[in-house]
């Protein structure tokens, strides 16, 4: 797991025990985030638009680490158009995640997963994902992303996009 990984699920861990426990709102509004998410990667695995599902329309969206995807997306469009697309043109087959671990304090919740497909070419494509939301009114409003940015170039440098 890289260092950038292993830096998120420990904030995650601290942040999510360190949230007050003797307050149910908090603990409520945790339990309704946490369980928003899950059942968006839910559907994201049976076939749905995760982003759609999840994002707000204005979400800010931040990519962690080098290379042309690291960056700060203003918007689901936007995120979608410059960061998604071009990865997911160049599957042959729907990206399927599975969930490792969920983490949630108050309007915050952490995912660690991976998702892996079929690239355009045949090959196999694998990465592992943490995303950390902030949620409001049931949706992400904010999100961070580390994963491994030279694998997803390697797919987009070396596959070419499905026909429309």
Known sequence: ??????AACALAL???STQPSAMPADAGASGRNQAIVVEAF???????????DLLAPDVAWTVHGSGPAARSYRGRDDFVRQAS????SRLA???VPKIHNIWAGGDTVVVRFEASATTTSGRPYSNQF??????KDGSVT?????????????????NEPRKP
Do not use: C, K
């Not at 697309?85 to 997911?88: A, F, H, K, R, S």
């Open 142 to 158: 904010e999100a961070e992303a580390f994963l491994d940015l030279a694998a997803y170039q390697e797919v987009i440098e070396q």
């Open 93 to 95: 087959t729907p990206l």
């Open 130 to 135: 943490v995303w950390i939301f902030r949620m």
């Open 42 to 52: 839910e559907a994201w695995a049976a076939g749905s638009n995760v982003f759609a």
């Open 85 to 88: 697309q071009p990865l997911t």
């Open 1 to 6: 797991m890289s260092r950038a990984i292993a």
């Open 14 to 16: 601290i942040t999510a």
